[in-house]
């Protein structure tokens, strides 16, 4: 059960952000309150999703970030998402239920709710119109993927500033809870052609910290 009311308040906020003109069920609201969880918090990266295994649960994201990355046939780390707060993670291998494709992995410290297909199957019992929901949650990824895709068409400089100025939380580097190699692959840039642009933009003042 959750107990902070904040936190499903946010959740509420961003479902009803999905069809604005659609009111929400009177009736999700207190099942979601009834079936949610906050995931154990972690001072380290903590494993959410294995890649190959079935998803059993979705993600609301309130603090941190969340990244979904595969390993490629060379052993590659290739960051494909990197999801900051008040974002509902929940792949297509969940509402499918077969083995993912991806890692599903929090950052230290991140605040995350959780819900088990189980209970979401639950509400699609009680509530049927939910599962539309769902169904238009998972529409929603597209307006990310498409913002991804035009910034990798972009410059080094330019996708690395757009990057930072998107998600300033994550300067200075050394404090960050997201290591470089991370943000590198997300971005499709070499770690160490990475670095030294990242430095070169600080050092004309276009990067701040």
Do not use: C
């Not at 904040?6 to 929400?24: E, H, M, Q, Y």
């Not at 990355?69 to 590659?76: S, T, V």
């Not at 709710?113 to 769902?134: C, F, G, N, R, W």
């Amino acid at each position: 059960m959750l107990e902070n009311e904040k936190f499903l308040a946010r959740l509420i906020a961003v479902l009803r952000s999905i069809d604005p003109k659609t009111p929400l069920p009177r009736k999700l609201e207190p099942e979601l309150r009834a079936r949610m969880k906050k995931v154990p918090f972690s001072k380290k990266l903590l494993e959410l999703v294995a890649q190959d295994d079935v998803p059993d649960m979705a993600f609301f994201l309130i603090a941190g970030f969340i990244l979904v990355y595969y390993i490629d046939e060379f052993g590659e780390i290739r960051v494909t998402r990197i999801y900051d707060r008040d974002t509902i993670i929940a792949l297509d291998a969940f509402m499918s239920q077969v083995k993912s494709a991806f890692y599903i992995i929090a950052t230290r410290e991140a605040v995350i709710l959780s819900i088990t297909h189980a209970d979401m199957l639950e509400i699609y019992k009680d509530i049927p119109e939910v599962q539309e929901l769902a169904l238009k949650t998972a529409a929603s990824y597209e307006k990310l993927e498409r913002k991804r895709d035009e910034l990798m068409n972009r410059s080094n400089r330019e996708k690395i500033l757009e990057f930072y100025n998107d998600k300033k939380e994550l300067l200075p580097p050394k404090k960050s809870p997201l290591q470089d190699k991370y943000i590198a692959s997300y971005l499709r840039i070499k770690l160490d052609t990475f670095r030294k642009t990242r430095a070169a933009l600080r050092k004309e003042g276009l990067l701040k910290w």
